[in-house]
């Protein structure tokens, strides 16, 4: 076991968490939910070249063994030495299990439930089949069974994600989607709607958040358009699992209404959801509840109780061989648009403040240009301020090389990009040089 002075950064107090693998949703989750964190820093892990995490984890190893080959453990121990983590957080639900099973060989703190939990909630069947006596669960239908009623639902027993998932309106179809997986369970179709609770337990057991929300709009399995939903029942079932096995820090659950509206159970998993966010976003960070109680702590959950709604889409991450040691941007409608910061723009100049690289003003603006900077407060930001004549163009005033050059105008780009060849940037390209 890694020592506490070991797992903390050079010159920092932060404990160092190693997301594996960092670029799944919930590794991504992860990563929104401890970026900013005073206590915990962030090491992302993956065994897949090409993944989202490396745009997105500062600090980030590649080429780990899968779970399932020979020596992952191994060279999982190799990077905690090396980084000096204190905790491993599963962010699939293969390496959940992997790592709750092997806990004992690690050099870190795995963040998660008891093995036999999470050996439960890898199968549907045995979800089922555990839990069946304290909530209602799906009706099973044997393979060689004729259902009474179509459709029904055909679903893995192990999987996620919503992969491998069928709807058959007749025995023929049934057999035919048997034909092309046998593991597959056949089950009564639920035509309701869907919840996830998102659920906190200590290392007490006791259950110290569950809060739903209905998953409106579902892609890949992950709920992109959600909102919290209040209700007894939720809260019931919640504490009925927990009551049952023995979680961990953060879980979930799914449920889905069968046709007279009661609530069914279709899954539990012992791990962060992809869309936990929404629940953070009312102040429960799941995560650092999880590694704060991991570290024996004793916590206080506290939330804001507004309404709120989220809804999620693809998002975008560079990797640009660009380097620039000098920015020159203009004001109007690149800084100042319809009378106010733009807050993308703001972020970028922040960001190059926070690096050393030097900013400077080139404006053509018709009034009090220092009056027009200090009304929106951001004067101090810049290195050098000059206000550009019209008869002048603007690469006049640039005076280094390693330079980049922002504008709105095309024709200010233009001409920079002629006289100087340095890159040149609208506001709307901005975001391929943000890291946030």
């Known amino acids: ?79 905690i030495d090396e980084q000096g983590v204190a ?21 870190a703190r795995y963040a998660g439930s008891p093995a036999a939990t999470c050996q439960v909630c890898r199968s549907k069947r045995a979800t089922y089949r555990a839990l069946g006596g304290c909530v209602r669960v799906p009706r099973l239908f044997g393979p060689d069974e004729v259902p009474p009623y179509y459709p029904v639902f055909l679903k893995p027993d192990v999987g996620q994600g919503s992969k491998g998932t069928h709807i058959a309106h007749s025995r023929e179809e049934v057999d035919c989607f048997l034909r092309q997986d046998p593991t597959l369970l056949v089950m009564e179709q639920l035509p309701g709607r869907e919840y996830t609770v998102d659920c906190f ?108 709604r989220m809804d999620r889409a693809l998002g975008s991450r560079f990797s640009l061989d660009l380097r620039y040691e000098d920015v020159y941007i203009d004001l109007d409608d ?15 100049l922040y960001q190059c403040r926070n690096r050393g690289i030097r900013l400077h003003l080139l404006s053509r603006h018709a009034g009090d240009l220092h009056q027009t900077l200090n009304r929106f407060a951001i004067e101090q930001l810049f290195d050098t301020i000059v206000q550009v004549p019209d008869s002048s163009c603007k690469s006049e005033f640039i005076v280094t090389r390693a330079a980049i050059f922002i504008d709105d105008s095309f024709a200010e780009r233009r001409r920079v990009q002629e006289r100087l060849g340095i890159p040149t940037f609208a506001a709307d390209a901005l975001e391929s040089l943000i890291s946030l």
Not at 278 to 287: H, K, M, S, T
């Open 201 to 308: 337990t200590d290392r007490f057991g006791a259950l110290r958040f569950a809060g739903a929300r209905e998953r409106v709009r579902i892609v890949n399995g992950i709920s992109v358009d959600t909102a919290p939903v209040n209700g007894e029942e939720y809260q019931k079932m919640a504490e009925a699992l927990n009551a049952t096995l023995r979680f961990r820090g953060v879980w979930f659950f799914q449920a889905k209404r069968d046709a007279g509206g009661e609530l069914v159970l279709l899954e539990a998993a012992p791990r962060v959801s992809g869309s936990m966010a929404l629940y953070r976003n009312l102040g429960v960070n799941f995560e650092a509840l999880a590694l704060f109680d991991l570290m024996g702590k004793d916590v206080d959950v506290r939330w804001n109780q507004y309404s709120i």
């Open 1 to 79: 076991m890694k020592s506490d002075e070991l797992a903390r950064a050079p010159g920092s107090c932060k404990m160092k968490v190693l997301v594996f693998p960092c670029g799944s949703e919930i590794g991504l989750e992860i990563h929104r939910a401890l970026q900013f964190s005073t206590h915990f820093g962030l090491i992302g892990g993956s065994s897949v070249p090409s993944n989202h995490g490396k745009y997105v984890y500062e600090r980030y190893v590649d080429d780990l063994p899968y779970v399932d080959q020979p020596g992952f453990c191994e060279a999982l121990n190799r990077v």
């Open 87 to 107: 905790f491993v957080f599963p962010a699939h639900d293969s390496v959940v299990l992997t790592l709750a099973l092997r806990a004992g060989e690690l050099h």
């Open 334 to 348: 690149t800084i100042i648009r319809d009378g106010r910061v733009n807050p993308l723009v703001a972020a970028f």
